[in-house]
Nanobody
Framework: QVQLVESGGGLVQAGDSLRLSCAAS????????MAWFRQAPGKEREFVAG????????YYAVSVKGRFTISRDNAKVTVYLQTNSLKPEDTAVYYC????????????WGQGTQVTVSS
């Protein structure tokens, strides 16, 4: 079992930045990939960014590429999402996810952290 705990959300103004963190813990697990998703009110959950744990390869949604950066700390088993130049349309609950075998299948999810961007 893997537990994921997100932090770092908040209320900011357009153009501001936030850094989200997600710490993974559990007994004897090996993560293949971790990712951030988000879900805005009335919309489906969407992929934001992902990172392959072994080599640090990263993947981004078109809507955030160039503004958001995903990174990892191997020792802490923590993934970060640096969000810059935030826009009101980035407002959503941001979820961390961990995949044990694939970049595109996620087995564990965090509880989510709210990001609200005011105009």
């Amino acid at each position: 079992q893997v537990q994921l705990v997100e932090s770092g959300g908040g209320l900011v103004q357009a153009g501001d930045s936030l850094r989200l963190s997600c710490a993974a813990s559990g007994r004897s697990f090996s993560v293949y990939s971790m990712a951030w998703f988000r879900q805005a009110p009335g919309k489906e959950r969407e992929f934001v960014a992902g990172i392959r744990w072994s080599d640090g390869s990263t993947y981004y949604a078109v809507s955030v590429k160039g503004r958001f950066t995903i990174s990892r700390d191997n020792a802490k088993v923590t993934v970060y999402l640096q969000t810059n130049s935030l826009k009101p349309e980035d407002t959503a609950v941001y979820y961390c996810a961990a995949g044990l075998t694939s970049m595109w299948q996620y087995d564990y999810w965090g509880q989510g952290t709210q990001v609200t961007v005011s105009s």
